[in-house]
């Protein structure tokens, strides 16, 4: 059975710092995995997704990589700000699953 | 493009009663799964659709719970005889074929009393 973690539970920085938020999964025969973010309240909003046979994506001022042999993700967040305060969720689907597995989610202040 | 939409966003029930929630996917996307997340914790599924076809559910899904999707366009999920311990809130999402990008909506808060 598939598991993911996410570490570290919650994290606070100042504005303009780099970031990396971390996402392990225990079953490396994954198809894709997927970072969300989610605003308090609100549903998930797709940041990246990455194919198994990629090493990284990159959209604006984020950058995720995967490696699918030690199972595990990264979220490069750069130069980050306020309005990058949510939760942020990493999701696997596995090569036979047809739904993705959820971690528990990193919870990101940005503080002024 | 509309986007996932969810109804009703908030409903507050009394333990016992029926509650059924409605969700209709992007236009196009043959795929719709339901979630279930609580308070600091990731999303957990429960069920999917392959345009009307329910192709899996989840154990969570207890025989209090259904879900439809006729003719492969909006869903329901009802929950019948509510308990407290189904206080949640229930994602809807949508994708085009799988696995691509699932897009989820707003999501439906419910609070048994």
């Known amino acids: 059975k598939q598991e993911v973690t996410q570490i570290p539970a919650a994290l606070s920085v100042p504005e303009g710092e780099n970031l990396v938020l971390n996402c392990s999964f225990t079953d490396s025969a994954i198809y894709n995995l997927q970072w969300f973010r989610q605003d308090p309240g609100k549903g998930l909003t797709s940041l990246l997704l990455i194919q198994s046979s990629q090493r990284e994506q990159t959209s604006g001022r984020l950058n995720a990589s995967l490696d699918k042999s030690s199972g595990r993700s990264t979220l490069y967040i750069a130069a980050s700000q306020p309005g990058d305060s949510a939760t942020y969720l990493c999701?696997?689907?596995?090569?036979?699953?047809?739904?993705?597995?959820f971690g528990p989610g990193t919870r990101l202040s940005v503080l002024p | 493009d509309t986007g996932v939409s969810q109804d009703p966003r908030h409903k507050i029930t009394k333990r016992g009663q029926n509650v059924t929630f409605r969700c209709d996917p992007i236009s196009e996307h043959n795929r719709l799964y339901w979630y279930r997340q609580t308070l600091g914790q990731g999303p957990e599924f429960l069920t999917y659709?392959?345009?009307?076809?329910?192709?899996?559910k989840s154990r969570l899904l207890s025989d209090r719970f259904s879900a439809e999707r006729p003719k492969g366009s909006f869903s329901t999920l009802e929950i019948q005889r509510t308990e407290q311990g189904d206080s949640a809130m229930y994602l809807c999402a949508s994708s085009l074929n799988s696995p691509n990008t699932i897009y989820f909506g707003e999501g439906s808060w419910l609070t048994v009393v």
């Open positions: 999701a696997v689907i596995g090569n036979y699953g047809q739904n993705f597995v």
């Open positions: 659709f392959q345009n009307e076809a329910q192709l899996e």
